[in-house]
């Protein structure tokens, strides 16, 4: 079963300090590839995709994914964070093949806590 | 993006108890679904609510215990039937976003709360 891998449960950084976030996923074929933040008492936003193309996408707020394919990876950075990148983050995938739904696969999610 | 409204936002409901969430979406989509966040863990999609047919449930998940009704293309309920304290989570719908490309927009989640 296709599956997603966060490596980071809880990460604690201080401002202005560089963020990266593993995300690893399990399945050899095509995949489209989002990370999703929820800041505290808000809903699910999405922060970035991957679909095709340049590997390294840029997102909101300064955020950028790389996708390594050989890796099966995609993980998160930020060159400095800032306390409002205080939030849960989730890396999902969707796979495709048949029956294929858009069905959304989420990883465990990282608790980031940037300290002022 | 879509704009999605969940109601109730919050509910603390006795156990053997039944609860209707509304998932309501400010403008037509094909898709929606229906997931769970259980406290401290990651989002499981329950089923897939299909306008006009029956909803596509995920395994581990059954109908006659979440119920899913979708009447047109902008709204859609769940019901949480016969609650017990293991089903204490938020649920969100999400929908498929409009240009397609598989994006998905989540409502801001109702928290459940079962006693």
């Known amino acids: 079963a296709q599956s997603v891998s966060q490596h980071n449960h809880h990460v604690i950084l201080s401002e202005a300090a560089s963020l990266e976030l593993g995300c690893n996923y399990s399945y050899g074929g095509t995949v489209n590839l989002f990370w999703y933040v929820q800041y505290p008492g808000q809903h699910l936003q999405l922060l970035l995709k991957y679909f095709s193309g340049d590997p390294l996408v840029k997102g909101i707020k300064g955020f950028e994914a790389e996708f390594i394919k050989s890796k099966f990876s995609f993980n998160l950075r930020k060159p400095s964070v800032q306390w409002s990148d205080t939030a849960e983050y989730f890396c999902a995938v969707i796979v495709h093949g048949s029956g294929n739904t858009g069905k959304l696969i989420f990883g465990q999610g990282t608790t980031l806590q940037v300290k002022p | 993006s879509a704009v999605i409204s969940q109601k109730p936002s919050r509910d603390i409901c006795q156990r053997g108890t039944s609860l209707t969430i509304q998932c309501q979406v400010d403008s037509q989509v094909t898709m929606m679904f229906w997931y769970r966040q259980q406290p401290g863990q990651s989002l499981t999609l329950i089923a897939t609510a299909n306008q006009g047919s029956e909803a596509t449930y995920e395994s581990g998940f059954v109908i006659d215990k979440f119920p899913i009704s979708r009447p047109n293309l902008t709204f859609s309920t769940l019901t949480v039937s016969n609650m017990s304290p293991e089903d204490s989570s938020i649920y969100l719908c999400?929908?498929?976003?409009?240009?397609?490309?598989?994006?998905?927009?989540f409502g801001p989640g109702t928290r459940l709360t079962v006693t």
């Open positions: 999400s929908v498929l976003g409009l240009a397609g490309f598989y994006e998905q927009y």
